[in-house]
């Protein structure tokens, strides 16, 4: 009968609290293959699909690529772990290159025969059924993989497909995406999801300086991400108060950093608001102005209660266009709409901001009634994943 057979990686890691993140893991499996008609198992160190619509298996298989914490998967066939059943399904194999050569694995050290005797053995029965062949144990072209787990049942396969690897999603706790419309937050968001990290998101426009183009670029990026994170609850900000009362108050080259600054500041209350625990950027270290040190330990330094993560920090922009295009959010995130950051977009902004002047430039503004009034501005938008 042909199976699906799961690797999991990290879990391996994690001692005492393994059991809880197995039980996410597998829980975020079946939700994720959720209206699919299959069976799960979970056998020592390997979880089992099966019981499947055959026609079904190239989009379970397209699911299970998304789940974080899967390692790699095998499509198998799945016999009895009987000498004789393995024998006569090894039997079958038509091999299409011309040498190979039989791994065997046991899991279930009961099982009668060595795995390098079994091995030779089997080997022998493919060369039988296929004439020219030749057996390469170092480079072969074939590997024909015998796991025999301890359900006692053993699995036959050729091939490992890799998958996400990470931790399983939530395992990590939930945080605040800030996304904008632009290549670098939606992979931000990928990636600390990757780690475990379930995510909400924020997202600021400059409505009528910014487009509905622009807002739905977003609305796109986030149901993108659903492939991975299933579901998103997005938080729509108005920053145009915001924007207008600093483009009138405050120097210029500081009015990137007193937005950032803001942002920050909003962020930090909607988290606070829905339970999040961190707050999310797609910053990378030296990329632009706003994102040197200098500007990180300004922008940072008004959170007061939550780590920040920027998963990005250390990657060169190529590495995460990269990610962008794997994940399928470069398509949509270089659609040409303004961002609200580019709305007012001072000639000469500050590369090393410090917090004096910083406090300075915010005292012209009424800070707290335009945090305030920003957040009554809120839109929440819930976006699900699409069975597609
Ligand atoms: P991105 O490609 O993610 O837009 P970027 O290279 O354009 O990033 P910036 O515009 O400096 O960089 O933004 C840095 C980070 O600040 C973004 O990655 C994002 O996390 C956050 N951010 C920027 N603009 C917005 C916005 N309009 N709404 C929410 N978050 C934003
Ligand atoms: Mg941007």
Do not use: W
């Amino acid at each position: 009968m042909r199976a699906i057979l799961l690797r999991f990686g990290e879990l391996y890691l994690k001692g005492n609290n393994r059991y809880i993140f197995e039980s996410m893991l597998v829980a975020n499996i079946k939700n994720k293959l959720q209206g699919e008609q299959f069976k799960f198992e979970k056998t020592f160190g390997r979880y089992v699909v099966r019981d499947y619509l055959p026609e079904k298996e190239d989009e379970i298989v397209c699911k299970l690529k998304t789940v974080f914490g899967l390692y790699s998967i095998s499509l198998a066939e799945e016999v009895d772990a009987t000498v004789e059943d393995i024998k006569n399904y090894i039997a079958t194999i038509k091999l299409a290159t011309k040498n190979f050569k039989v791994a065997v694995k046991r899991a279930d050290k009961k099982f009668p025969i060595s795995s390098m005797d079994f091995a030779k053995e089997l080997g022998g029965i493919v060369l039988d059924n296929n004439k020219g062949c030749e057996v390469e144990l170092y480079n072969p072209q074939t590997t024909i993989n015998v796991d025999i787990r301890l359900n006692k049942k053993a699995y036959i396969f050729d091939s490992i497909e890799k998958c996400q690897g990470g931790l399983p999603l939530g395992s990590a706790g939930k945080g605040l995406l800030l996304l904008s419309g632009g290549i670098d937050s939606p992979v931000a968001g990928y990636l600390i999801a990757k780690r475990g990290l379930k995510i909400e998101a924020l997202h600021f426009h400059s409505y009528p300086y910014t487009s509905e183009e622009a807002k739905d670029k977003v609305l796109e990026l986030a149901q993108k991400l659903c492939d991975y994170v299933d579901e998103i609850k997005l938080h729509i900000v108005s920053f145009t108060k915001v924007q207008e009362a600093i483009h009138v108050h405050c120097r210029s080259e500081y009015m990137i950093t007193i937005m950032r600054r803001i942002m920050m500041r909003i962020a930090e209350k909607i988290c606070q608001q829905n339970d999040l625990g961190a707050i999310v950027t797609g910053e990378s270290l030296g990329q632009v102005a706003s994102q040197t040190m200098q500007s990180m330990t300004v922008t940072g330094g008004v959170v007061k209660t939550l780590p920040i993560f920027r998963p990005l920090l250390a990657m060169d922009k190529e590495e995460i266009m990269d990610i962008a295009k794997e994940i399928g959010t470069y398509q949509t995130s270089i659609l040409p709409y303004e961002d609200c950051c580019t709305v007012f977009l001072p000639k000469n902004p500050v590369i090393k901001p410090t917090i004096d002047k910083c406090e300075k430039e915010e005292s012209f503004l009424d800070l707290d009634s335009l945090i305030n009034e920003a957040l009554q501005t809120e839109e929440v938008v819930v976006l699900k994943r699409q069975n597609n």
